[in-house]
């Protein structure tokens, strides 16, 4: 092999980031105004600290109004609920709704259920995209080879907030949440070549990387 051809390899083979099992993402979509939803934040808080799930929680605006306003709640967050609705053929949104690997979706206080469906996932046969983040003075992403095709979400988001209710539905209320999503940046296609990127930091303490098919399945997933 030719010393330049030898280098190029080796180069290759050190920007893929490790094949390794990647965490079953669970998005639940929820309001700090919303009386059903401290139940789901209370269930989804269970998994932070599981390897094998990356919880988040995207606050939607929709629920906002002057007796209380969800500081956490985001445009993009309601954005993306939508979109998952129009993928099941469908105009109605609802909280608390968790949406298992871009694909399952199912009240987000129902334990059982919710159990159900990450196994069912951690169950699936493999092939996911390796998928890395790595903060720094620029954070710098790298997707490995695959099949098919999607898109690539940089997620910032914060470990925990913990709110007191001024005023609403869970007025008094001292609400947790994990995993609060306070950023969604889309970085473009993604086309089933190995790429690299860098990048400024998002908003948010910490960082998700998704890489999600055009049907909402999660092709990928990491964080920092």
């Known amino acids: ?29 929820t309001s700090q105004a919303c009386a059903s939803c401290p139940p789901a934040d209370a269930l989804l808080a269970t998994y932070a600290k599981n390897p094998g799930v990356l919880p988040l929680s995207f606050n939607v605006t929709y629920w906002n109004s002057p007796v209380w306003s969800d500081p956490d709640s985001l445009k993009a967050a309601t954005a993306r609920q939508a979109w998952y609705a129009g993928l099941a053929n469908s105009q109605s949104v609802y909280t608390p709704q968790a949406i298992v690997d871009g694909t399952v979706q199912l009240v987000g206080s129902d334990a059982t259920k919710l159990a159900a469906a990450i196994a069912a996932a951690q169950a699936a046969p493999a092939g996911d995209v390796p998928v890395s983040v790595k903060d ?18 940089l997620l910032g988001f914060d470990a925990r907030h913990i709110t007191h209710i001024g005023g609403g539905e869970n007025s008094g209320a001292v609400v947790t949440e994990v995993n609060v999503v306070r950023s969604i940046t889309s970085l473009g296609p993604w086309s089933g070549q190995q790429m690299a990127m860098s990048m400024s930091r998002p908003a948010g303490q910490h960082m998700a990387v998704l890489l999600q098919a055009n049907n909402g399945a999660i092709l990928g997933a990491g964080t920092n």
């Open 1 to 29: 092999m030719r010393p330049a051809r030898a280098a190029l390899l080796l180069a290759s083979l050190a920007l893929a980031p490790a094949a390794q099992a990647r965490p079953v993402v669970v998005e639940l979509f």
């Open 136 to 153: 720094g003075a620029m954070v710098r992403l790298v997707i490995g080879m695959g099949s098919g095709s999607g898109n690539i979400l």
